[in-house]
């Protein structure tokens, strides 16, 4: 090889020692740049691949995470068997009862009406079944003839159909015992005819009560007594009540209203102490029927309950 020869090799062989210089730095900075654009991927080979933040291609379609491994290895040793002690359970707590006033003494008060049924006795019942009352009816046969659906409703809502004799007409009744007992058994008629079926309870009232003058007082009462007792009766007067059918005690003139209830106040005083507590009330008498529910509701504020009077075993005589 001559000098020009020679020249050229080492010309050719150091042209291609700076190529592969270049192309080793080209190498080396397409990779460093790879490196920085790789958080883009999940390196095929790594299992737990890293989640893309860079926002990429929204074409590329993530492959899914699979889940790290557990950072311990369970135990094959069992969970600690329950003990045989159970939990303990919670002690209920309760908010006890009101007692009951014991200054406050419960009476068992019979709530009477007198006279009926009239056009005032639906508004009566309409009354006691707002305070669910049960009450006695005292009714006269001739008024049940006429209001014959009040006599049906007055049994159907389970109040007592009581007997007050059938005229209330004291120059038939008291002409002697056997007249008595003759209107009674009109009375009884009138009932079933109106109810559909024998319906009357075997409580009277004398009219004008057990000691009017007609009748002859105390002394005069004792052959009626005895013969409606052989009917199978008992006899019922009142020991409580608003003097609705006596306003010559209204000596102050008060409101009626007012005497009324000022003379329900007055038998109350007198009597509360002696059972059985028997209130009259004439539904035929409208200022009577107006006091209905403040009467009932100062009863239940006294502490009273409400019976039928049937439920007596012997007559109530003043």
């Given amino acids: ?25 080209f190498a080396l900075a397409f990779l460093t740049l790879l490196s ?15 989640v893309d933040i860079t926002g990429g291609s929204e074409a590329e379609t993530a492959a899914p995470v699979t889940p790290a491994p557990p950072t311990e290895i369970p135990t094959e040793a069992p969970t600690e068997a329950p003990t045989p002690e159970s939990t303990a359970t919670p002690e209920p707590t309760f908010t006890p009862a009101p007692t009951k006033d014991p200054s406050v003494v419960t009476r068992r008060v019979y709530l009477t009406f007198d006279d ?36 049906k409703r007055i049994v159907e809502e389970g109040h007592l159909l009581a007997c007050h004799t059938y005229s209330h ?9 056997d007249h008595f ?49 052989k009917e199978g009766y008992l006899a019922m007067d009142w020991n409580l009540g608003l003097n609705d059918k006596w306003l010559a005690g209204n000596k102050d003139h008060l409101p009626i209203e007012e005497y009324l209830w000022k003379s329900y106040q007055e038998t109350w005083s ?49």
């Fill in 36 to 50: 920085f654009a790789g958080c883009a991927r999940r390196d095929p080979v790594d299992p737990y691949e890293v």
């Fill in 116 to 151: 009926g049924p009239s056009k005032n006795t639906p508004e009566v019942l309409d009354i006691l079944k707002k305070y669910g009352v049960k009450a006695t009816f005292f009714t006269v046969g001739r008024f049940v003839s006429v209001y014959p659906d009040t006599a």
């Fill in 169 to 177: 007409d004291f120059s038939i009744i008291y002409q002697d015992p």
């Fill in 270 to 318: 007198y009597f509360k102490d002696k059972p059985p507590l028997i209130l009259i009330i004439h539904d035929t008498e409208p200022a009577s029927v107006n006091l209905l529910e403040r009467l009932i509701e100062d009863l239940i504020a006294k502490g009273c309950e409400f019976g039928l009077c049937d439920e007596l075993t012997e007559d109530y005589l003043m």
């Fill in 181 to 229: 007992v003759a209107d009674v058994a009109k009375w009884r008629s009138a009932v079933k005819k109106a109810v559909g079926y024998d319906a009357g309870a075997y409580v009277f009232r004398f009219p004008g009560g057990s000691t009017n003058s007609t009748i002859g007082g105390r002394s005069g009462r004792k052959d009626y007594l005895k013969a409606m007792h």
């Fill in 1 to 25: 090889m001559n000098s020009i020869e020679a020249k050229k090799d080492t010309a050719i062989r150091a042209a291609s020692r700076e190529t592969l210089k270049r192309a080793a730095a």
